[in-house]
């Protein structure tokens, strides 16, 4: 089976090559400077020329803050691009893995959110990417839309790399956000349940299309997490603050947690515990990371 990546230069998208090859999978993979998905026409031809069994869209603008200033440029990427990615799989009768986010919620309800949970986007890129989602859904009925949260691995940035790099500059004294919290989710699980998907798609008769949840467990508030990858920096002093204290351009959801039986029931993917991820994670940067935060980007 031959899997197409868009956005593979990205955390889930270096994490979905890196995954298949490992499980002697044929992948190909597209970084945005190869397939930018907000041309329509270079959708189309990479799909129908590529002809692959399914795509897996990861391409997204995902700077949560800066959206609040590029409101045109998160939306054609996150919403008319999605779209485009859609119709080309439409058109090419190929199935589609489509990537999303626990910011399509305001954040405020009770409990772990369920996917038929009403959507409530409070900021520019939850827009966007719920925008994402009606276009795929519009465009193409076999479509997975897989909504994940706190997303963390080897490449790109994410809050682990954040809190290494304070951690290694010899900042002593952080405050970190105690009020939200989500489960973060392993990049590498991410990509292990698209592919495990991309799998009982190609060799199943009946595919129960749709949207499903995938985030990591336990849940834990940022400053939880935060102890977490810092345990083993006992200089590095870390207190709780809330939402309040720490004022951002863009609104964060205080609930983030996503209920993830559905994925389960239909497909057998458990939660996955990010506890061992972390910790192979630090292990892997650990060889990196200088005094002065080198080796962390
Ligand atoms: N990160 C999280 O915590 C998180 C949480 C929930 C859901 N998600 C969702 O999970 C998916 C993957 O996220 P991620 O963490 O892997 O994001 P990421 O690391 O920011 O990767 C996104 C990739 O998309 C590329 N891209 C941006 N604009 C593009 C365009 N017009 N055409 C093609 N590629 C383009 C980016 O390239 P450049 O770097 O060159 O711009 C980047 O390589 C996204 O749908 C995101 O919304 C992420």
């Not at 490992?22 to 590529?50: F, P």
């Not at 008319?80 to 309800?109: N, Q, W």
């Not at 008769?205 to 977490?228: K, R």
């Not at 039986?261 to 515990?273: E, H, N």
Request: net charge negative.
């Amino acid at each position: 089976m031959t899997i197409l990546v868009l956005g593979a230069g990205g955390q889930v998208g270096a994490s979905l090559r890196w995954r298949a090859l490992a499980r002697g999978q044929g992948i190909i993979g597209l970084n945005r400077s190869e397939l930018d998905i907000t041309d329509a026409a270079a959708v189309r031809h990479a799909i129908a020329d590529l002809r692959p069994e399914i795509v897996i869209n990861c391409a997204a603008y995902t700077a949560v803050d800066k959206a609040e200033d590029e409101p045109e440029l998160a939306m054609a990427i996150n919403g008319s691009g999605a779209g485009h990615v859609a119709h080309a799989c439409a058109l090419a009768a190929v199935p589609l893995i489509h990537l999303s986010t626990d910011y399509v919620f305001d954040g405020t309800g009770q409990g772990a959110y369920r996917e038929d949970d009403p959507t409530a986007p409070t900021s520019v890129y939850g827009v966007t990417k719920l925008a994402g989602e009606k276009a795929v859904f519009d465009a193409w009925g076999k479509h997975i839309i897989l909504r994940t949260a706190w997303v963390f691995g080897a490449m790109g940035g994410n809050f682990v790399k954040t809190m290494l790099r304070l951690a290694a500059s010899g900042q002593s004294d952080l405050k970190v956000v105690d009020d939200q919290v989500g489960g973060p989710t392993p990049a590498d699980a991410i990509a292990d349940a698209c592919l495990d998907i991309a799998a009982h798609v190609a060799q199943a008769d009946i595919i129960p299309w749709g949207t499903y949840h995938f985030g990591g467990a336990p849940t834990v508030s940022w400053f939880g997490f935060a102890q977490a990858i810092l345990a083993h920096y006992p200089d590095m002093k870390i207190a709780p603050c809330t939402t309040e204290a720490f004022p951002r351009p863009a609104p964060r959801p205080a609930n983030s947690v996503l209920d993830c039986a559905r994925i389960r029931a239909a497909f057998g993917i458990a939660q996955p515990d990010w506890a061992p991820y972390l910790a192979q994670l630090l292990r892997d940067l650990g060889e990196t990371v200088s005094k002065d935060g080198k080796g962390i980007s």
